[in-house]
């Protein structure tokens, strides 16, 4: 039987995530609820809120608490937003984007990873979330354009068709840099151009597509 970890949920927010600066209500809320130990194998159950990524299969992580938090705090998310989440990976931020947001559309490249997640998110009972296998480098352009767009793994560059499916006014987060180092970048869109931001450094598995890295 599975382990209640609502304390251990509890100690992350309070000690991972506020004194980082994560303060949007909504994302400490959603971190405190969502289960995170239920994305990952059972062997790991024990060290899901610990401050750092874990394997999930497939050489994919789950990323580190904080990173999830500070990635999402950045996307500024009210509850109305349609958000494009590029790597589903374990599920785990697609939860976390499904609570904040009124539709969440997410890609990933590995089939049986997004298998899973997609198991387990319909499990928890999420009916906001849309699920496709895909080079998510390229978007999804039959819904766009996004208010919010989360991308989980480090481009060389940011992916053209990306920016160009983000709505006026709208957020993209992107790790960009080489395969060692990235840096988080917040995009904002205006009717003139782009806003750039840098959230600081951090390290992402590749993103691999037709627009980041080549398989």
Known sequence: MSHDYRLARERMVRNQLIPRGITDKGVLKAMGKIQRHLFMEEALEGEAYND??????HK??????????LMTQALEL?????????????????????????????IERIRPLMERAR???????YMNIMFKSYDGTLGWEEFAPYDAIIITAGAPSVPEPLLDQLAD???MIVPVGDKFSQELIKITKRKDGYDRKSLGGCRFVDLIGAHGWKE
């Open 169 to 171: 006014g709208g957020r």
């Open 60 to 69: 994919q992580t789950i990323s580190q608490p904080y990173i999830v938090a």
């Open 78 to 106: 009210k509850g109305n937003e349609k958000t494009l989440e590029i790597g589903s990976g374990s599920g785990y931020q697609t939860a976390i984007l499904a609570e904040l947001s009124s539709r969440v559309y997410t």
């Open 119 to 125: 198991h387990i998110l319909q499990e928890l009972g």
């Open 52 to 57: 750092h990524p874990l394997p999930i299969g």
